[in-house]
């Protein structure tokens, strides 16, 4: 039995599942998102171009992926240090950190922040999406994909000794590339062998998250113990939000914050505001599925952060908890979704 076995791994060791306290379960502290730049619209090139300003910024809130500054969140560590001080006076405890090969995973500075803020960091193993993909990777067979993610677990990746607490976030396209379904099967091996929380960032298509976990579930992956990121830009209906709720992994809501009139990744989409996401919170909690749900903000842009204007990693605890709780959720329930929901994925088996 590994050593993690009913434990919670971080960045600084291994710690007791209640210590974690209240848990966003997809953050960014420190990431690349170049591989997502959307060409900006006729007319907007030298907004893009231009410096972060205030008198710019609701064009940047409304177009946060053509603006190629904005995608360095790893030039923030300062900001995003006083972000989780913040963060743990409002009542926060711990993040996981999704960021993964292909992004720019910073373990080291994980590891600093983690000291010097008092927050626990649980960092990511594993791959981010295809076009993230070397050409090493795309050749590895799934059994040294499997032992790469292990090793990540097991005894430190990116050449040092700082150990991912889960596999994810796991980036898949839609439809699912060859490489990524291999490092899907990766995963699910992976997470046999050492019973580990799993985390996947979904397609952006209404059948992504169902696709990705049936790959799972056939590779003998253990779907009770993962969570499907990013359901508030992928899954609107609710009777197929129920059929994918059923598949049993845990439904995550990490879009908080976000607020926009077109979804540049897919404009077909009308995404959900704050309000709409507590409403289908209350969704699910009516349709008994308040031991599944997650919540976090997903921040992996400069303008998200406070010192750009944006939201920061409080919003949740400041704003999002005290509107559950006037829609009809209960603290108890509050409590499950940020203490108990995190912690119980997190545990090792
Ligand atoms: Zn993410």
Known sequence: MPEQSGKVQTVLGLIEPDQLGRTMTHE????????????????DEGLAAAPIEMKHLHWLQQNPYSHHENLLLNQEIEAVKEELLCYRKAGGGSIVENTTTGINRNLPVLRQLAKETGVHIIAGAGYYVDVTHSDETRKMTVEKLTDIIVNEVLHGADGTDIRCGVIGEIGTSWPITESEKKVLRATAHAQTQLGCPVIIHPGRNKAAPGEAIRILQEAGGDISKTVMSHLDRSIYDPRELLEFAKMGSYLEYDLFGTE????????????????????????????GYEDRILIAHDIHTKHRLTKYGGHGFSHILKNIVPKMLSRGITQNQVDKILIENPKQWLTFK
Not at 30 to 40: A, D, K, Q, R
Not at 265 to 280: A, E, K, P
């Open 28 to 43: 960014h502290l420190t990431m690349t998102f170049e591989c997502s730049h959307v060409s900006p619209a006729p007319g």
């Open 260 to 287: 926009v009139l077109n979804y540049q990744f897919n404009l077909d989409v009308d995404m959900l505001s704050d309000s709409q996401r507590v409403q289908t919170l209350a969704f699910l909690i009516r349709e």
